[in-house]
């Protein structure tokens, strides 16, 4: 079946720099990806929604600014983290779907300090 | 909107002994319903899925769930647990297919000896 690869599983960054989270379709055409973000022992909150070759579109509360969406291929799909923060500390995972399946990527632990 | 409630924030089995996980979400029609395994520090693993037709699903792992309309639930069932099945269980529902799913808060699963 479809995998997606998320990259990195873990990065820790100082505070005002960028973090670059990759998420690849490793044989699936992925036309949309939705990006997730997961506070500890909270459930998974959807920050955006992004379709290949046009803009993401952001659930209210999301910065647009702070959290850079790119999908300019249909494997290919890109969260970066702008200026991060200590409250940018999460877990991000990615998800892609079919008609009939919905997968994860690993899923990218953020520390900031 | 939907909305899924997981009302169970952690439970604690006996190995060997029998569970259910529960579920109720609220949505104006029949959504699509989905139960996912996260273990510590990973992405989420479909256990199953309900779209149409016989209410109870099987899933992988001996995992088992019944979709009841009236109650507005989607309780997940397993016979006997095994050690491997601790981790955090989430409940989701989505409008269509895979498109936007809704998370449940989630409900921690503890097995002790």
């Known amino acids: 079946g479809a995998v997606v690869s998320q990259h990195p599983s873990w990065v820790i960054c100082k505070s005002g720099t960028s973090v670059k989270i990759e998420c690849r379709s490793l044989d699936f055409q992925a036309t949309t990806m939705f990006w997730y973000r997961q506070f500890p022992k909270q459930s998974l909150m959807l920050m955006a929604t992004?379709?290949?070759?046009?803009?993401?579109?952001?659930e209210q509360g999301v910065e647009k600014d702070k959290f850079l969406i790119n999908h300019a291929s249909l494997t290919l799909s890109t969260l970066t983290v702008t200026s991060a923060h200590p409250e940018d500390s999460s877990f991000y995972i990615c998800r892609q779907s079919s008609n009939t399946e919905a997968f994860f990527g690993q899923g990218t632990r953020l520390t900031v300090v | 909107a939907q909305s899924v409630t997981q009302p169970d924030i952690h439970i604690t089995v006996s190995e060997g002994a029998s569970l259910e996980l529960r579920c109720n979400y609220s949505y104006g029609a029949t959504p699509y319903l989905f139960w996912y395994v996260q273990s510590p520090g990973q992405g989420l693993q479909l256990l199953l899925k309900?779209?149409?037709?016989?209410?109870l699903v099987q899933g992988i792992k001996g995992f088992e769930a019944e979709f009841k309309r009236s109650q507005s639930s989607f309780n997940l069932r397993k016979p006997s647990v095994h050690w491997s099945d601790a981790a955090e269980y989430f409940c989701a529902v989505a409008p269509f297919g895979n498109e936007k799913l809704t998370f449940g808060t989630g409900t921690r699963l503890t097995i002790i000896p």
């Open positions: 992004s379709n290949e070759g046009s803009k993401a579109t952001y």
């Open positions: 309900y779209f149409s037709g016989d209410t």
